[in-house]
């Protein structure tokens, strides 16, 4: 794994930690069946969320049992290479493969209203009806496009300052009965630690933080700073655990977001990926939105085609028109991701924010505390709180009736124990979770993270 990574080089983030969600993972299958059997035949590790995962968060580890939410974990060079070799083996006839080649800009019409295909390194020009650039954090296409007279679309950002300190290592039996490990602490900045199975019997563990926390690369330090976690199984795991890899530090760039439907755009050309968002990576959402969008745009160009018909002209008009619709539509991919992951980052004062950053109603982060312990008792309820974080269910899904239930029978049991409660039953107080009530005290409302 750490041999085949070493070969690609467009990609900063290729050797740090990834994993794909569970809506991801749906989409890419959806798109390429077999991807999932042909994750797991290359060595990735097939996991039920809520079984075989310890997610500890707001002092307790969420309710776990069996449930329908799957994923592969594996490296992102096993993802990655699995997603081409899947598409170059359908040898489709119109497919065209080019490795290491660069493209340096576009070819327009006459008018400039028009792109009309893209110039490679080598000097050669690929005509095309529509161009999709999926070229990643660098912002290619604004630049592509100012510097043919467009105005770039207006970003917003929001930087948490996040940091990450990541390793491979081996690790016998891993955390003690669980595949995957997850802890979140708020206390000073979104903070906390990920441990997750790979192929060849690897973990990729990483240490996030965010603000004035910020995880150390050297192994007593990083060592240190798990054990100051709020729950303990990383850092008992690695404690038996042999590095394969050193620890290497990585500064997070912003989250942003580019407003592609804000700008007047030229026919024949989109932007997907990380071309149009990319949010903090702790939350793993990527990949997955990636995929997602790759979904919609391949919907958006069914309903063109089929709606031009068999004249070749119409086809081409529609593909050339493509753009501002789907632009829109991926509005309602993306929502989900940007909301989940900006909410936490916003509430700290020291968050650098630019541009327009829509902002959650206050009482959310409320909500979302309550949601969140309610799934450190019930089960169902966590399944569908994990649904919305893994990209599965709508943003109106985070009122459910199964999280309404699940709050009002949490508020219930959490009133039955208050002092008053308890003082006039006669009982003295007890303690559910060592750490539920001080770090629920101290922390006041957040948004749930994971
Ligand atoms: C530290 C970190 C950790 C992350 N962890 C996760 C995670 O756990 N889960 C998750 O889902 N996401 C994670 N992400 C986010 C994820 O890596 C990206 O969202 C995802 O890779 C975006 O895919 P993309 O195809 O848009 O861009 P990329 O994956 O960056 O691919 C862009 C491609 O375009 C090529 N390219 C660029 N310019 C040109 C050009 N001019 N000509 C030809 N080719 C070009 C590049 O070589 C590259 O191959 C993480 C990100 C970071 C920074």
Redesign the pocket.
């Known amino acids: 794994m750490l041999e085949g990574a070493k070969q ?1 080089s ?4 290729y050797l ?6 569970a809506g ?1 993972l749906q989409a890419i299958d959806g798109l390429l069946p077999g991807f999932h059997q042909e994750l797991v035949r290359r060595g990735g590790v097939e996991v039920d969320m809520l079984k075989d995962v310890r997610m500890f968060t707001l002092g307790a580890p969420l309710a776990h049992g069996e449930s329908s939410i799957k994923v592969v974990l594996a490296s ?1 060079h096993v993802y990655q290479s699995t997603i081409q070799d899947e598409v170059l083996s359908r040898k489709a006839p119109w497919l065209d493969a080019r490795d290491s ?4 800009g576009l070819t327009w019409s006459d008018d400039k209203s028009c792109v009309t295909g893209v110039k490679l390194g080598n000097g050669e020009e690929l005509p095309a009806d529509l161009v999709i650039v ?5 912002p ?1 296409l604004p630049q592509w496009l100012k510097a043919a007279g467009y105005e770039e679309p207006p970003v917003c950002k929001v930087d948490p300052h996040a940091a ?1 300190t990541a390793t491979f290592c081996r690790c016998e039996n891993g955390p003690q009965g669980w595949k995957s490990c997850s802890t979140f602490d708020r206390t000073g900045g979104l903070h906390g630690a990920h441990m997750v199975p790979i192929e060849q019997n690897l973990y990729q563990v990483n240490a996030f933080g965010s603000h004035d926390t910020v995880p150390p690369a050297d192994k007593e330090g990083f060592m240190a700073f798990l054990r100051e976690l709020p729950d303990q199984e990383i850092y008992e795991a690695m404690l038996k655990a042999e590095l394969v890899t050193p620890l290497k530090k ?1 500064s ?2 912003p989250a942003f977001r580019r407003h592609w439907n804000k700008i007047p755009m030229p026919k024949g050309v989109v932007a ?4 149009v968002q ?1 949010v903090n ?1 702790i939350f ?7 995929a997602q969008s790759v979904v919609t745009l391949n919907e958006s160009f069914s309903e063109a085609v089929a709606y031009a018909g068999d004249n070749q002209d119409a086809r081409r008009a529609a593909l050339h028109g493509l753009g501002p619709a789907f632009h829109k539509r991926l509005l309602e991919v993306l929502e989900l991701p940007w909301l989940s992951s900006t909410a936490e980052d916003r509430k700290h004062p020291s968050t650098k924010m630019e541009g327009e950053v829509s902002a959650p109603p206050g009482w959310l982060n409320a909500y979302m505390d309550a949601v969140t312990e309610a799934c450190q008792h019930d089960t169902k309820a966590n399944e569908v709180l994990l649904g919305l974080f893994h990209l599965l269910r709508p943003p109106t899904h985070f009122f459910h009736p199964r999280l309404l239930a699940g709050v009002a029978q949490h508020s219930l049991r959490k009133a039955s124990r208050s002092p008053s409660a308890l003082r006039s039953s006669g009982r003295t107080a007890g303690r559910t979770s060592a750490r539920a009530t001080p770090a629920l005290s101290a922390k006041g409302l957040s948004l749930v993270r994971f």
């Open positions: 690609h467009g990609i900063a983030q740090q930690p990834h994993i794909l969600l991801g992102r080649t660069r493209v340096t999926a070229a990643g954090r660098t290619r990450y990585y997070v760039a997907i990926g990380d071309q990319g990576p793993g959402q990527g990949i997955a939105a990636a």
